[in-house]
């Protein structure tokens, strides 16, 4: 009773305030005439609309308000899911908002402490990214974000180390004074040491662990979370870049391959030059948001999907027929190919020790 005698109180004065019997304040005006609920977590809509009563997305209350760093992006120009020929090779793409590419730098080869100057949001994928400055050259670069990323802290990049340089640098010690920094850079490696976490390198008090710094892997001590990992030595970050990904590093050594288990549950061979990035991506409740209705996916270029058994016999296997019937068939594709559960790898990869668990 209380709560719906103050949501008439607000509605009233909403009413008087549009009369202009009343002047409210522009805060409390803004407050009674919102129709979104933002509560640091997910974000709702009242339901006005149909579209709206389902509708759930992640906060963006910490991320950048402005638009992203013009000299880091590139227009993307659409096909609308067509080759060059003009024939559709990629079904129900088309129409949207225009997007920009922003340019993330998967390889962070550049070494030296980088200062976080703000998190941004990236229409082109589900993770958040961090805009970066390096603190002696001032060049700015885009990242993907960790989560527990915030602006000011510093993060850096061992891919270009000199490894024999940084054997011969002095540990950090405890009673040390780095400031805040130091002081969490300590409690990182004070951390790893109780774990017993043997490291083959034995540079575990040389380098700093912080979330969001960048290591091959045969840097990384056994045990640890990490994501943007490599395929291949010296190159690029090409797995667990996905909004909440990450990955557990389960064995690796000084030369050979580092082994890493997926979230997925698959375990693979990594080159131990491959790089690495300490912690989880950031937006790990991606997965619970709720567009709320076709326009939704209609914005983000996405079409209409029409199902086979709506078709006729020679558009879709499951087509034709009398009534809703699949022809006696297994899910499978328009082109044939089963669509659930059938096996289509002919040639697995030597690098893989288990698969993933599969239904």
Known sequence: MLAIRRALLGLQGMRLAQRGQVRLPLGEQARLMSNAKDDGQFKTWRPLAPTLRQRRMVSRKHLHKGGPERALTVAKRRSGGRNSTGQITCRHRGGGAKRRIR????????????????LEYDPGRSAHIALIQHMETKKKSYILAPAGLKPGAVVQSYMGVDLEKLKRAPELEEDEEEGEEGGAVR?????????????????????SLEVGNCMPLKLVPMGATIHNVGLHAFGRGQMM??????????????KGLAQIKLSSGEVRRVSVDACATIGQVSNPNH??????????????GWRPTVRGTAMNTHDHPHGGGRGKSKGNKHPRSPWGKLAKGGKTRTHPSPMVIRGRPRR
Request: proline share 6%.
């Open 287 to 300: 997965k619970h948001e709720k567009l709320g209705g076709a326009g939704a996916r209609r914005r983000r």
């Open 103 to 118: 340019l993330v730098d998967f390889r962070r080869s550049e070494p030296g402490p980088q200062q976080v100057v703000r």
């Open 241 to 254: 870049r996905s909004a909440g990904a990450s990955a557990q590093l389960l064995y690796t050594a000084p």
């Open 187 to 207: 409690e990182a490696v004070k951390r790893i040491r109780n774990q017993k976490i043997q490291h083959p390198d034995s540079v575990v008090g040389r380098i």
